[in-house]
C-alpha cells in the first residue's frame, strides 16, 4: 500500500497534508492555544506576512489582535473531530442497519428502508438547521445531527452490497454447512463490505466538514469561545473590504482539506478494489524499476 502510494504523486501529496492537519488538530492546539486567544489591540486586523509581532502572525491577526495561524491550527481541532465523529457514526449506524436489510426478510428490510426514506425525504442541511434551530449548538448535538443525516448513504450502499454478495457461491456453500447469520456476516460478507464504506466515508468527510462550516457561518453551529473554521470564516464576513485575510485563510484550509480528502478518497476507491489495484501496482512496479 505505501509503495502503491508513493507511485501516486497526488494522492501521496495529499495523504501528507491531511497527515499534517490530524497532527496540528492533535498536538497543535496545547501549543498555540494561549496566542489564539491572547488579545493584542494594538495589533487588529494586522495584514499578513508582516513579521514585526513574530512568526506567528504571518497570516495576519483578526479584528482583536490574535494570530489567524494560531486560531487556525487550534480550531483545526474541532473541525476535524466534528467531521471524523459524524462520518464515524453515521458508517456504523448506517452499515449494521444496511446488513441486517441485506441480509434479513422483506418485512424488516423494507421497514428500515422506508426509515432511510423518511431520512432522506428531507434535505440534509435544511434539516440539520431546523434541529439545531430548537437545541442548544454544541459539539455533540452537531454531531449527532450531521451523523443522521449521513445515515441513509451507508445503509443504501452496505444493503445494495449484501444483496449482490449473499448470491455468491462462498455464501451459498456457508449456508449450506450450517453456518449462523452472524457468523456469514461477521465472516464472510463485513470484510467485503468494509472498504467499500471506508471509501465512501473519506469522501464523506470532506462533505460533513463543509456542512459544519456551512452551519457555523449560518450561526447555528459551534458557538464562541469555541472556534471552527466555518466560525472564523463567518467572523470574517464584516471586514472582508478592509481586511480580507480573515476569511480567506480558514478559507484555503477548508478547500486544501477537501481536496485532499477527494483524491485520497479516489484512491483508496482503486486500492481496496482487488479488480482494479493493479492499475496501481503497475505503476508502483514501474517507477521501483
Known amino acids: 500500500m505505501l509503495r502503491m502510494l508513493?507511485?501516486?504523486?497526488?494522492?501521496?501529496?495529499?495523504?501528507?497534508?491531511?497527515?499534517?492537519?490530524?497532527?496540528?488538530?492533535?498536538?497543535?492546539?496545547?501549543?498555540?492555544?494561549?496566542?489564539?486567544?491572547?488579545?493584542?489591540?494594538?495589533?487588529?486586523?494586522?495584514?499578513?506576512?508582516?513579521?514585526?509581532?513574530?512568526?506567528?502572525?504571518?497570516?495576519?491577526?483578526?479584528?482583536?489582535?490574535?494570530?489567524?495561524?494560531?486560531?487556525?491550527?487550534?480550531?483545526?481541532?474541532?473541525?476535524?473531530?466534528?467531521?471524523?465523529?459524524?462520518?464515524?457514526?453515521?458508517?456504523?449506524?448506517?452499515?449494521?442497519?444496511?446488513?441486517?436489510?441485506?441480509?434479513?426478510?422483506?418485512?424488516?428490510?423494507?421497514?428500515?428502508?422506508?426509515?432511510?426514506?423518511?431520512?432522506?425525504?428531507?434535505?440534509?442541511?435544511?434539516?440539520?438547521?431546523?434541529?439545531?434551530?430548537?437545541?442548544?449548538?454544541?459539539?455533540?448535538?452537531?454531531?449527532?445531527?450531521?451523523?443522521?443525516?449521513?445515515?441513509?448513504?451507508?445503509l443504501r450502499t452496505t444493503r445494495a452490497e449484501v444483496l449482490e454478495i449473499r448470491e455468491r457461491m462462498f455464501i451459498q456453500a456457508a449456508q449450506v454447512m450450517g453456518a449462523s447469520s452472524a457468523r456469514i456476516i461477521l465472516r464472510h460478507i463485513l470484510p467485503i463490505v468494509v472498504p467499500t464504506l471506508v471509501t465512501i466515508g473519506t469522501l464523506d468527510f470532506a462533505f460533513v466538514m463543509l456542512a459544519e462550516s456551512s452551519l457555523s457561518f449560518l450561526g447555528i453551529g459551534i458557538q464562541p469561545p469555541e472556534i471552527t473554521w466555518g466560525l472564523m470564516i463567518a467572523q470574517g464576513r464584516a471586514y472582508l473590504n478592509q481586511a480580507w485575510w480573515l476569511a480567506f485563510w480558514p478559507g484555503i484550509a477548508i478547500i486544501l482539506t477537501t481536496m485532499s480528502l477527494n483524491l485520497l478518497s479516489g484512491w483508496l476507491r482503486i486500492a481496496l478494489d482487488p479488480l482494479q489495484r493493479w492499475r496501481l501496482e503497475m505503476g508502483a512496479n514501474n517507477n521501483a524499476n
Request: aromatic letters at 10%; hydrophobic letters at 60%.
Open 6 to 154: 508513493w507511485a501516486d504523486k497526488f494522492a501521496l501529496v495529499a495523504a501528507i497534508f491531511l497527515l499534517f492537519a490530524v497532527l496540528c488538530s492533535v498536538f497543535g492546539a496545547g501549543f498555540m492555544e494561549e496566542a489564539a486567544t491572547k488579545l493584542n489591540l494594538r495589533g487588529r486586523n494586522a495584514p499578513p506576512f508582516d513579521l514585526e509581532q513574530g512568526w506567528l502572525f504571518i497570516l495576519g491577526a483578526d479584528s482583536l489582535g490574535r494570530s489567524i495561524l494560531a486560531r487556525i491550527v487550534v480550531a483545526s481541532q474541532n473541525t476535524l473531530l466534528i467531521a471524523a465523529a459524524s462520518v464515524v457514526f453515521a458508517m456504523l449506524v448506517g452499515g449494521t442497519l444496511g446488513l441486517i436489510a441485506g441480509y434479513s426478510g422483506r418485512r424488516l428490510s423494507d421497514a428500515i428502508m422506508r426509515l432511510a426514506d423518511v431520512i432522506m425525504s428531507f434535505p440534509s442541511l435544511l434539516l440539520a438547521v431546523i434541529v439545531l434551530y430548537m437545541l442548544e449548538p454544541s459539539i455533540t448535538n452537531l454531531v449527532f445531527v450531521l451523523a443522521i443525516t449521513r445515515i441513509p448513504i451507508y
